[in-house]
């Protein structure tokens, strides 16, 4: 057994990644199924902002009223030093100067971007909000003023028409079951990613120390034969793939509060085929002889690109046609496709989920074949 034994020991140097990749997608999972709390709700954005009246009209009076309504207005005086002390310690998000002419300027449609002065300690979402309402507030009172209305009705129309609530919907999604909630469901959502950076950081890095030139030699040198050696390093790696796939599984057995019932069984099923999947993306990736420093960009690359592509981050129905193509190559494509099924996104249907499941085993044998030919013709280069 000591290719075994040597297997476990290189993967002891590389578990630091797969524990630390553990743990933190183990606890956003877990604050993810626990956060949300059923309920969609939009509150619009408040930032705290001083004034600077130059005008003291009408007009000015008017913007100064209408932005109260919507802002915490904070009075701070004039002082430059202490307007830039202000906004530096975080007081104060914003500063607005309206400059002497404001009132003749709006009245007459003729407002210039020199009228409407700033202090910011820097560009921030603050500050693109606040020319935002400007300009949709100066666009209003024109508006209003071109219908026929007074100038002095177009300032209070405008205030009205901009302060009005708007009533926001959420598109509601009606998929999960008593069984397999759409809250737990996010579990399973984002393993691909996390499986596939688990496998290729620590199998795929153990597997392509044991496939350098130096210890193939070596081993197969030894008294061992090549049998045995393959057996050895297949019965390791079986191990390390199912221990990684039950701590997932216990992991998700607490936030799902027990044993899994019903349908959650079919995402249990899914999971382990999908770790599969990436066990052998690794092992051909590791038979192609990479550095090991090549692999955590090979994590990244396919890992995210991966995830991107095939619906894991973006749900499928937001991915457009095209990417939804060329993402049916990917096998991360088929496991989402098998979750929405499962969470109820898509009408079940059990022949077509065991199509899916059954597209992801067929890349892995595939990519196991794959394998041995790359194996074979290294081989061969070898002996020749």
Known sequence: MQVFKAFFMILKKNIKTAVIFTVIFVAISFGIATSSDGKDSFVESRITIAVIDEDSSEASKALTAFFAKKHEIKDIGTDKEKLTEELYWGTVDYVLIIRNGFNDALEKG??????????????????????????????????????????????TSAAEALSRDTEVTFAEDKSGTADYSKDFSVYFQYMPYILISVMLSTLGIVLSSLNKKDVRYRTECSSLSPRS????????????????????????????????????????????????????????????????????????????????????????????????????????????????????????????????????????????????????????????
């Open 229 to 384: 050696s393959t057996l050895q390093i297949f019965a390791a790696s079986a191990v390390f793939v199912l221990v990684i796939w039950l701590i997932y599984m216990i992991a998700g057995a607490v936030m799902y509060g027990g044993i899994y019932k019903g349908v959650s069984w079919y995402a249990v099923l899914n999971s382990l085929i999908f770790t599969l999947v990436s066990a052998s993306i690794a092992i051909f990736i590791s038979s192609l002889d990479v550095e090991e420093n090549v692999f955590s960009i090979l994590t990244q690359i396919i890992g995210l690109g991966m995830s991107f592509l095939c619906g894991v981050f973006v749900p499928l129905s937001i991915l457009s046609e095209g990417v939804q193509t060329v993402s049916r190559f990917l096998p991360a494509y088929w496991y989402i496709k098998a979750n929405d099924m499962i969470v109820g996104r898509e009408t079940f249907d059990g022949a077509k989920l065991a199509g899916y499941m059954g597209i992801q085993l067929a890349f892995v044998a595939v990519l196991l074949l794959l394998t041995l030919v790359v194996r074979r013709s290294r081989r061969q280069e070898a002996l020749s």
């Open 110 to 155: 003729e407002i210039s971007r020199d009228l409407l002065g700033e202090y910011k300690v820097r560009e921030s979402y603050s500050a693109a909000y606040m020319r935002t309402e400007l300009n949709e507030y100066v666009k209003t009172v024109e508006a209003c003023t071109a219908s026929g209305k007074s100038y002095s009705e177009a300032l």
